[in-house]
């Protein structure tokens, strides 16, 4: 079977976009496979996906009001970096690139964003099933990872093969896919569980998703699950029932190993109990980033004190304030510009949006916007999907 042109452009835009997601952080092949530095890999994909354009004979841009989005943020780090002396906002500015032209370069093919989309989803999932099943060899059979490597935040990782870890207390794992850590996996699980929701809408990979991404055992998740649950599962009462008795099923479980020799207790239910001594949850490992943070923000709340004077200071990040303590009120609002967007939709037209909105936002309350190529083009998806659903809201003609 001879391959048509249009089929191998799909495949060649579809793999260097699936190379550029995992070369770079938080996928953490980088640290056990020899790539090349992120500044040598940004150029190169971006010369990659300008060159990919300029020879598409024809281009169909982007709705307005996304360019304008991108406009805005690129202009608003630029000044940032004149205002805080800071060349670290150029870095954003060259990831914003970067994802605009990777993803204009799948938009002008057959293939398409949406589809796109889904089908990162499903490598999601597959890695959800993989370290699930690494999480029941551990638990069950004590199955030993293949090698350690270290993370890039200098933390031991360990590697099962089907999935990664820095997560790893006696027979218990939490797994992180190919991610960093567990809390990398729910979070990117999340987003997947929403594009499938909004977008492609799948109950059985829905379904299956979120059962396998509680054993990331990230409270994050929970928190973030409890209230896609609530949002829309609430009014079909069987299956709302069915989840609960099932989670009430497991919690039980997991509670009747506490006094055991089996770890999962610690993993679990313990991160959700009170340390008396300080007046935190157990798994609330945030509170001094967010205080650190908040001392911070307290000193210039309008423009922040730059990103990497925050990072000369100390290490604060990964809390609510982290930031607003960078970028201030200005950069927070630039910042989640695209997420904006979902929240008009869901207030104007569709309350899905303004669901799937409402938990992203908690989600960024615990693990703020990183400054990442992958973050970038993600959210950018989500952003542009939204748009393309709901064109009539924007008034605008859409390439379908």
Not at 77 to 95: A, E, G, K, N, P
Not at 362 to 371: E, W
Request: hydrophobic residues 50%; glycine residues 4%.
């Amino acid at each position: 079977m001879v391959l048509s042109k249009d089929r191998i452009k799909n495949w060649i835009v579809i793999t260097l976009l699936l190379l550029l997601l995992f070369s770079s952080y938080p996928y953490v092949f980088c640290q056990f496979i020899p790539l090349p530095d992120v500044k040598t890999i940004s150029i190169t994909f971006l010369l990659v996906f300008l060159f990919m354009l300029l020879i598409m004979r024809k281009i169909t841009i982007f709705p307005l009001i996304f360019t304008g989005i991108v406009i805005i943020q690129s202009c608003c780090w630029i000044l940032f970096s004149i205002i805080h002396h800071d060349s670290t906002y150029i870095t954003r500015v060259i990831f914003i690139f970067i994802a605009y032209l990777s993803l204009l370069c799948i938009y002008n093919t057959s293939f398409g964003i949406r589809n796109f989309s889904q089908l990162y989803s499903k490598f999601i999932f597959l890695m959800a099933f993989g370290g699930t099943i690494c999480f029941f060899l551990v638990f069950l059979f004590s199955f030993t990872p293949f090698f350690n490597f270290n993370n890039q935040d200098g933390r031991t990782a360990y590697c099962f093969g089907l999935t990664c870890t820095n997560a790893y207390i006696g027979n218990v794992i939490r797994y992180a896919g190919y991610f960093d850590e567990p809390g990398a996996m729910a979070y990117w699980g999340i987003f997947a569980l929403l594009s499938n929701r909004l977008f492609f809408y799948n109950r059985k990979f829905e379904l299956y998703l979120m059962l396998l991404l509680t054993f990331t055992f990230s409270m994050a998740y929970y928190i973030q699950a409890f209230f896609y649950i609530a949002f829309f599962y609430i009014k079909e009462i069987k299956h709302f029932l069915i989840l609960v008795l099932s989670a009430l099923i497991i919690i039980s479980g997991i509670y009747l190993t506490k006094d055991t020799d089996y770890d999962i207790y610690r993993f679990t239910i313990y991160r959700f109990e009170m340390d008396e001594s300080i007046g935190e949850l157990q798994g609330n490992n945030r509170a001094e980033l967010t205080e650190k943070a908040k001392i911070q923000f307290k000193k210039e709340p309008i423009f922040g004190i730059g990103a990497q004077n925050l990072n000369d200071i100390d290490y604060m990040a990964d809390n609510p304030y982290e930031i607003l303590a960078k970028d201030g009120i200005v950069g927070t609002i630039v910042t989640y510009l695209p997420l904006m967007i979902m929240f008009i939709v869901g207030i104007k037209k569709e309350k899905s949006f303004l669901y799937a909105s409402i938990i992203l936002a908690l989600g960024y309350l615990q693990r703020p916007f990183h400054v990442n190529i992958m973050h970038v083009i993600m959210l950018y998806i989500l952003t542009l999907l939204t748009i393309l659903e709901n064109r009539d809201l924007f008034l605008i003609k859409i390439k379908k």
